[in-house]
């Protein structure tokens, strides 16, 4: 009896031995295929996208699935640095925090280097963009400092106005009708000063207005590409899996393939794309399309 218990436990060890190295085999063909599938991806969303995806990796979950991550390097950074000039409210008008335009000079240090061609065209369209808008704000400064020239003018002249009323009451003296003429004189100063006002804040205010709109057009133009570059990648992404998706053969038919992408959505949310292994292959064989295979993904932002 105590024979047969031996003999059983070591079929039972050798069985679990057995297992366990075929589970390893397992593990390792598929991480073969996933760190090529990761290459093959790799290159095909920086040729769909112009060299602005980077840092792809993977991994793989047991029992879930494959995990590829990479970062998508857009305009993302335009919504950011335009929404930093400030709408200040008229009015009255206050000035421009010019210091944050500083802060704009430095993020164009701060490229990194994807392609010396990629890299220049991006500064060159950075560059004349902020020239664009530093040369409004610099006219808009301008305009609020002769504003606040004339408004001290007036308060000097109004000033005088006043001691020339307290002259008049208080020094008996007093030639009167030399006292009157420079009160006519300083009223009509302070009358002509008020209209340069009027038309200095009126400038101002449609000079904010400019920028502004500038500023919104410039945010506006950046979310169409963001949304162009977005959907690059969602072909990129279908066409690969389509093409080369066969090459996950060891890969359990009831498990995904998922994306995190970063940098294709607004703010700091992610992007996951999760598509089932089976709708892969049926995409592989011919069954269903690229298009199709895209819409059948789940798609969140976490």
């Known amino acids: 009896m105590s024979k047969y218990k031996s003999t059983t436990a070591a079929l039972l060890l050798c069985t679990a031995v057995s297992l366990q190295a075929q589970a390893s085999d397992e593990l390792d063909k598929i991480q073969r295929e996933v760190g090529i599938m990761e290459k093959i991806l790799s290159a095909a969303l920086k040729q769909d996208t112009d060299n602005k995806v980077r840092n792809v990796s993977s991994s793989y979950l047991q029992h879930q699935g494959v995990v590829f991550s990479f970062d998508v390097r857009g305009s993302s950074r335009w919504s ?16 421009i925090d010019f210091e944050e335009l500083t802060e704009i000079e430095v993020l164009g240090e701060h490229v990194q280097v994807i392609s ?19 040369e409004s704000a610099e006219r808009v400064r301008e305009v609020a400092e002769q504003e ?18 307290f002259d008049r009451r208080h020094d008996k003296d007093a030639k009167e009708q030399e006292l009157e003429k420079r009160k006519q004189a300083l009223q009509a100063s302070i009358k002509e ?3 340069q006002q009027q038309k200095l804040s009126q400038k101002q205010q449609q000079m904010r207005k400019e920028l502004a709109e500038k500023k ?58 999760v598509f089932k292994k089976s709708d892969i292959k049926k995409c592989v064989v011919g069954d269903i399309k690229a298009a199709q295979l895209l819409e059948k993904a789940s798609t969140y932002s976490f």
């Open 80 to 95: 950011t640095v335009f929404a930093s000039v400030p709408d200040a409210p008229l009015p009255p008008m206050p000035d």
């Open 116 to 134: 010396d061609a990629v890299v220049v065209k991006t500064q060159e369209a950075y560059q004349q963009a902020m020239e664009v808008m530093r």
């Open 148 to 165: 606040r020239d004339v408004s001290r003018e007036i308060r000097d002249l109004e000033r005088e106005k006043r001691d020339l009323e």
């Open 193 to 195: 000063l008020e209209k």
């Open 216 to 273: 919104q057009a410039r945010v506006k133009e950046q979310k169409q590409q963001l949304a162009s570059l977005a959907k690059r990648v969602d072909q990129s992404l279908s066409l690969t899996l389509c093409d080369y998706g066969s090459g996950l053969r060891n890969l359990p038919n009831d498990e995904h393939v998922s994306f995190i992408i970063r940098g294709v959505s607004e703010g700091k949310t992610e992007q996951v794309k």
